[in-house]
Structures are given as C-alpha cells and as structure tokens.
C-alpha cells in the first residue's frame, strides 16, 4: 500500500509541475530572451537533420586556411593551397597579414561561407545558401580536420543540451566504379522521358551488376573502416552526455549513372556498419538536373531498397515553394519520396500544402509512421517560407511525427535552440507538451541500429527533462 501511495503522490507532483511548467511556458510566448534561456537548458533530444560541413561555423575553416597560409584570389576570394600559375590576384594569407589587411580578408570569407551580413536583396537567398558549400573543401581536407569538426559539432551540442547527432557526413569515392559504360546516362534519361518502370529496373539491374563486379563491398568496408569507425572510435565521440550518429549522402546533381553508382556505394557502406544508420540525397532540389531526374532518382531509391531492406534513409523532398518552380512541380515530389521511394523520413517538405492529395498524403505519413524534419530558419532563409506559410501546421493536425531540426547551422549562423524560439514565437498552438513530444520523437525516430542505445537516450531525456522542469519552476515560483 505505502508503495501505492508514493507512486500516486509522484504522479500527482509531476502532473502538477507539468501544468505549471505549462503555464509558465505560456507566459514567455512572446519574449524573446526568456524563450531563448528556456529553451537553452531544456533538453532537446536529438538533431535529426544536419549537415556535416554546413554545420561548422565558418570561422573554423578561416583559421584552418590562415593557419596553413594557403593563398585567397583577391577579386573571386577562392582558396587554394597553392596559387594555380603566376599573378597578381593570388596572395598568401601571411602576405596579408604583413600588409594589414588579414582580419578584412578574413571577415570577407566569413560572409563568403555564410549568411553572416546578408542583407536580403543584394544576390538571391537560396544562392547565397547552396555556393557556400563550394568553399569547404579546401578547409577540410587537411589532416585531422574531420577530427576537429566533429569535435566542434559534439562540444557545441552538449553545451546546448542537445544528446544525440545524426550527420550526413561525407561522400564515398571509391576510383573501381568511375569509369562505366556512360550510354546508360543516354538510356536511363530515355526511360525516364517516358516513365517506363520496367525498362529502368533493366538498366540498374545491368548498371548494379556492373557496380558489384567491379568489388563496390571492398570500396564500402574501406571508407567504414578508415574513415568512420577510425574517426568515432578514435575520437570517442560518444560518452554519457552525446551520442553521434552518420548518414550517408549521394549528390543529385550528376549524370545518372553517377547517381546510381553513388547511390549503390551509399547503401552497400550503411548495411555493413552500426555507426552509419542512414542514406540521404542532397544538393539543390530546384537544380535543373534534380528536376530533371527526380522521377528517376525515386526508381532508384526503390530499387536499392529491395537490394537493402535493412538500411533507412531519410530523403530532401518538398524543399521548393511557389515562384521557385513551376506550379505543377510542386504537388508531387513528397508523395514519390513517400509512395514510390518509400522514405522512411521527409527533410523539408516546404511544399506540403501544393503536394496532390495534401490531405491523403498527410494521413499516409501519419499512418505510417514517416516523420517529417522540421527546419525552420532554412526554410525561412533558403526559400522565405515561414509564420502561417510554413506546413508545420499542417503537419500537427494530421498527427504527422514531427522532429525539429538545425539544418545546416554554421551556414545559417544558427542553432538547434533558435529553432525552439521560432517555433514558440510563431505557433501558438503548439503547446509545451508538443514541443516536449517532439523532442522525444527525434529520439524514437532516429535511424539508431542498436535498440539499447535508443532505450538509454530515452531514459536519459527522462531524467533530463525532470531535472530542468524542477529547475525552471524553483527558480520561477
């Protein structure tokens, strides 16, 4: 009886913290500050949508190219470790330095790598967003560069509270499947042209024998070897506080067979090792050949699943809006990723409310169980979606999962936290324990292999949660 009675009172003490957390959640609806303190020791689970390089602030690359002394072309700000031929538009960062003009330079690449200063009018958002990633490179192929950035997104998440990542990190090279047979472009475009189902699953069957003989399973085991496990165990990302997670990416940009080959390497590489949970596709999806190809790129999607059951991928779709494409091109994208590929979750979709059967689409997802990743300042900055525009709405009413997610914050100049403050300022209707469930989805619906893993996060955001409840109402009684 007595232990009756203490569960009953423990019950009854967190119900009632909870509807005084509740209250007092409504009461800083429209400040600012207050939103941001809260939301900043609250837990948040994890960030389910985030971009490895985009994700580290720029003024990590800046000091890497200073330090190294790599030369900046002063009229285009490109970044070489050596000046291509002679002339006077290459000068080292040392000769800048020299010069007093360094910190000039250097805050010039800051706004070059991301929307810092961005005045909204002087080159198109969504440019200014995508030809940021071009720079990157040279910033993170130096020894122990991907070490320090992952270092960098791990310290940034357990200071903000934030217990588990899952990245899209990098892309797989491996030289074996470079050189196909190129007449499949010719012939995949064909089938394309017409939708015929039966001829594209022809031509993968051909390109993915292709691929395997050609040893992909070799190319896969070497990149989870030398590259992942090398890095996350070596670096022992996780501990009691974080946990790290990885996605592998194919670009949509390319020819293709490109796409396929990729795609296949993306797939073979998450199926044989637990660090990498997940594959994603990226790159502009308004890009004329991501338009293009995207009835293809989904054929694809599908059939690597049949070769693959056991690997999840989450898939940008619906990441346009009106204005940015034609009308038509907006209603069909979420429902081939959801439908037709079999997307176990959805990046983005901006376009819900233009997607062809919104409303049956919508109870598929909820049904299913297909979340969808909610990236707010993205969407305000790339495409100017935001307020009652954006389909979050949408979403909550038809029970649709949601995770809230960073996107790509070093670009943005963002956080995990700041999306919380964007979601309380603007959607009224979302309650604390909306918010508080969301948090708990990025949990249950990461791509996590290891069941355990998963159930000690959980337990973890539990306690968690008590903690900052408690905190939060002794030190507003």
């Known amino acids: ?17 909870g ?25 948040k689970g994890g960030d389910l949508h985030n971009h490895y390089s985009g994700s580290v602030y720029a003024e990590t690359y800046v000091s890497y190219v200073v330090q190294q002394d790599y030369v900046i072309n002063e009229s285009t700000l490109e970044v070489k470790s050596a000046a291509p031929n002679e002339g006077k538009s290459w000068v080292h960062f040392s000769k800048l330095n020299d010069s007093g003009l360094l910190a000039a330079y250097k805050q010039k690449l800051i706004q070059k790598w991301s929307v810092k200063d961005y005045n909204g009018v002087s080159y198109p958002s969504d440019k200014q967003f995508f030809e940021t990633f071009s720079g990157f490179g040279i910033a993170n192929d130096g020894p122990g560069r991907l070490d320090s950035g992952l270092m960098e997104l791990k310290r940034r998440a357990v200071n903000e509270n934030v217990s588990y990542i899952e990245t899209m990190f990098t892309s797989i090279h491996c030289d074996n499947i470079k050189i196909l047979d190129t007449s499949f472009n010719r012939l995949l475009e064909a089938a394309q042209q017409s939708q015929d189902e039966a ?12 691929v395997q003989d050609k040893n992909v399973t070799a190319c896969a085991a070497a990149y989870n070897n030398d590259v992942i496990e090398k890095l996350h165990y070596g670096l022992k990302i996780d ?16 020819p293709p067979a490109d796409v396929f080959k990729s795609l296949v390497l993306a797939f073979e590489s998450a199926n044989t090792c ?9 790159a502009p999806e308004d890009n004329e050949i991501s338009m293009r190809d995207y009835w293809l790129h989904m054929q694809m999607f599908k059939y690597c699943h049949e070769k693959y059951p056991g690997v999840k991928y989450s898939m940008h779709a619906g990441e346009l809006t009106l204005g940015m494409v034609k009308p038509e091109e907006l209603t069909w994208h979420i429902n081939a990723a959801v439908r037709t590929a ?10 819900m409310a233009y997607e062809h059967n919104s409303y049956d689409l919508l109870q598929y997802m ?3 169980k297909i979340p969808i990743e909610i990236n707010l300042y993205s969407n305000e900055f790339i495409l100017k979606v935001k307020d009652d525009q954006h389909p979050i709405s949408l979403y909550n009413e038809f029970k649709v999962p949601i995770v809230i997610c960073s996107d790509d914050a070093g670009v943005l100049r963002s956080n995990l936290t700041y999306q919380y403050v964007l979601l309380a300022k603007r959607y009224k209707n979302v309650s604390y324990s909306d918010i508080k469930q969301y948090v708990f989805n990025s949990i249950d619906y ?30 507003n009684k």
Do not use: W
Request: with cysteine; aromatic share 10%; proline share 1%.
């Open 446 to 475: 990461s791509f996590i292999k290891e069941e355990s893993v998963k159930e000690k996060l959980k337990a973890q955001l539990n306690e968690r949660f008590s903690i900052f409840e408690r905190k939060v109402m002794t030190a």
């Open 342 to 351: 079999g997307a176990n979750r959805i990046g983005h979709g901006a376009d």
């Open 19 to 43: 509807q005084s957390i509740d209250k007092y959640f409504e009461s800083i609806r429209n400040n600012t500050a207050a939103l941001t303190a809260f939301f900043s020791q609250m837990p």
């Open 239 to 254: 501990d009691s506080l974080f946990t790290m997670r990885y996605q592998n990416y194919v670009v949509r940009v390319v």
């Open 1 to 17: 009886m007595n232990r009756l009675l203490l569960l009953f009172c423990s019950l009854l003490s967190a119900s009632v913290n």
């Open 199 to 210: 001829q594209t699953r022809m031509l993968l069957d051909r390109l993915y024998k292709m």
């Open 366 to 368: 909820a049904a299913h």
């Open 274 to 282: 637990s660090l990498i949970v997940g594959v994603n596709i990226v």
